[in-house]
Every structure is written in structure tokens, then in C-alpha cells.
């Protein structure tokens, strides 16, 4: 039996993730400071995956707090997803960035090390190869992260590239993200973002939901089809899926390698729009502004690294990741409830 330790487990990808690995037959440990995560999550994880994940309540930057995690349960393997997550937020508050993300990360790899715990699955980002340079994007996409945020991923994939190569018993997976959404197909999990969602698909769900007004659409006169931007998103339950695949997938890759996880297609902030006013049945109202800084035009995944080496591909299209999300927003119009001792 493999005891996995999920980092961020009460988090939105995090809590698929222990679903994704009781399913796979693995214990897990969940740590987690709750800043972007609920023990609610945790719990309706545990009941979706037929386990119980046991929970600790624990900051990254807390060495001895995190040292007591490994020294009480007896850890085989790491996946690592907690961190602060928003791109704006990053730019203003960038010493926070650094510390939660880089330092804990750094914190984690020691405790593994000293325990004696060496395979590891990071949750990195696409937001590492900085603006595209060719699409789709492979793994050997120049990299050069252009926000604290995307520098915070790029500095740990580079601190545990660094870190494999120190020791022969390390295999480290490093997992790109593009663009995750979606939610379980039972409605019980989902996206829970704190004030103003970050993300295109909650924030046009709460739009579909009348929580807000309108979207606003940032640039309709790109060089694409419709005019706006192209993402490849991908389904949270693939993903969470390509991080079983990772862990399977390491002892046949000694050291440090990456991964991109998405579908290889783009979709437009019009077609997300569109798919999501299908899976409503509501209209959503929107706006064209000017563009924001930075925005790439295009950004899409090469999956066939995933696809031969992890044996994973995603299978859910836009529509499913719409309808599930809308599941998850009509069932929980206010996201989690807080927790209470006789459970959710």
C-alpha cells in the first residue's frame, strides 16, 4: 500500500487529486494551511474516493510542523500543490509569493530528503514558458516566466531539478498545468475561489448564476478566429488522473523530467462563453475592454510527451468541463459550507 502525502489537498485541484488516488488504492495524507482550501473538501474527498485521508493542518514555511508530518505517518510519495496561486496578487505582493511558494518548497524537499521519502510529483504551471514562441508548446519550450508568480513555479522546478540531480534516488515528476476547470462529475467538488475569481470559467459561472453583473471580455481583436484569446483547458479530473499516472510513471524515470498536462486544442474566451451559456441554459451578459498586459493570444499544450511516456490523455471536452462546472456552482452557490464536527 503507498502512502501519498498531497501538499494543497483541501485545495481545487488538490481535493481531485485525493480522490483521484484512493481510487488508485493509496492512503493519503493531506497537509494543507487552508488559505485556498476547506476541510470540507477533505472530507467529501475522502467519501467520493471510498477512503478516509487523514488531515493535517500545516504551513509549508513551518519547518517543524512539517517535519512532525513525516516523522508521524509513514510517507512513500509527494505530491506537492500547495502555494499561492493568482497572477495579480503575485505582482502586488511579491515577498509573499517567494515565501509561501519557493521557501516551502525548499522546506518539503528537505523533510523528504532527511526521511527518507524520495519520489515527488510538482504541481508546476504553463505560465514557466512565459509568452509562446510556437505552438503547441512542448516540454523544450524556452522558459522564462514573465510575473512572481510564474517566476515562483520556474524557481522550484529549477531547485528540484537541482536537487534530483544531487542524489540518484530522487524521481521527480514536474507537472505543467494549462488551464484547469471543470469540477467532479458528482457536484460535491469544485472551484471555490475567495472574492473575485481569477479565472475565466468560475468567474463566467457566477455571471450564469447572477452573483455577477457581466464578463468583461479583455480584447476582442486578436488574431484568432473570434477575436479573443485561445486557452487549452483541461478537465480537473484528467488532471487529477495525470498525477496517478506521474507517480506510476517514476521509477521508470530516474532524476527530474516535465510533463505538460492539457488536450492539445484551444478553445476562445467566446467558445467558453458559449459552452457555458449551453450547460446553464442562462445567457451571459458581457463587455469588451481593452486588453490587459501581457496576455498571450494563444497558448496551447503538446501532449504527446504525456501521452506516450505517462500512458494519459485527457478525454472530458469543453462541454463536460462547463456542465460539471455548472453542477458544482447550482449545488454550492456559495461554495463550501464551513465544516462542522458531525461532518457535511
Not at 30 to 47: C, I, K, P, Q, Y
Not at 183 to 196: Q, T
Not at 211 to 231: A, E, K, N, S
Request: aromatic share 8%; charged share 20%; net charge negative.
Amino acid at each position: 500500500m503507498t502512502t501519498t502525502l498531497v501538499t494543497g489537498g483541501a485545495g481545487y485541484i488538490g481535493s481531485h487529486v485525493v480522490v483521484a488516488l484512493l481510487q488508485a488504492g493509496h492512503e493519503v495524507v493531506v497537509v494543507d494551511n487552508l488559505v485556498n482550501g476547506s476541510e470540507v473538501a477533505v472530507e467529501r474527498a475522502g467519501e467520493l474516493g471510498g477512503g478516509s485521508p487523514i488531515f493535517e493542518q500545516v504551513d509549508l514555511t513551518d519547518r517543524p510542523a512539517l517535519r512532525s508530518v513525516f516523522a508521524d505517518h509513514t510517507i512513500d510519495a509527494v505530491v506537492h500543490l500547495a502555494g499561492l496561486k493568482a497572477v495579480g496578487e503575485s505582482v502586488a505582493q511579491p515577498v509573499r509569493y517567494y515565501r509561501a511558494n519557493v521557501i516551502g518548497g525548499i522546506n518539503l524537499v528537505e523533510a523528504m530528503a532527511d526521511f527518507g521519502v524520495w519520489r515527488l510529483v510538482f504541481s508546476s504551471s504553463a505560465t514557466v514558458y512565459g509568452d509562446p514562441r510556437f505552438l503547441p508548446m512542448t516540454e523544450d519550450h524556452p522558459l522564462g516566466a514573465v510575473n512572481p508568480y510564474g517566476r515562483t513555479k520556474l524557481m522550484q522546478e529549477e531547485v528540484f531539478t537541482d536537487v534530483a540531480a544531487s542524489d540518484e534516488r530522487w524521481r521527480v515528476a514536474l507537472l505543467r498545468y494549462f488551464n484547469p476547470v471543470g469540477a467532479h462529475a458528482s457536484g460535491r467538488l469544485g472551484e471555490d475561489p475567495s472574492g473575485a475569481p481569477n479565472n475565466l470559467m468560475p468567474f463566467v459561472m457566477q455571471v450564469a448564476l447572477g452573483r455577477r453583473d457581466q464578463l468583461v471580455v479583455f480584447g476582442d481583436d486578436y488574431d484568432t478566429p473570434d477575436g479573443t484569446c485561445i486557452r487549452d483547458y483541461v478537465h480537473v479530473v484528467d488532471l487529477a488522473d495525470g498525477h496517478v499516472s506521474a507517480i506510476e510513471a517514476l521509477e521508470r524515470f530516474p532524476g527530474c523530467r516535465a510533463w505538460n498536462l492539457g488536450t492539445g486544442a484551444g478553445h476562445s474566451v467566446l467558445e467558453v462563453v458559449h459552452q457555458a451559456g449551453a450547460a446553464s441554459g442562462r445567457e451571459i451578459p458581457l463587455s469588451v475592454g481593452p486588453r490587459r498586459p501581457g496576455d498571450a493570444v494563444a497558448s496551447v499544450a503538446s501532449v504527446e510527451r504525456a501521452r506516450v511516456e505517462l500512458h494519459w490523455e485527457a478525454s472530458r471536452d469543453l462541454g463536460a468541463m462547463c456542465a460539471d462546472h455548472w453542477r458544482w456552482q447550482t449545488q454550492n452557490p456559495d461554495g463550501y459550507p464551513p465544516p462542522s464536527p458531525s461532518g457535511d
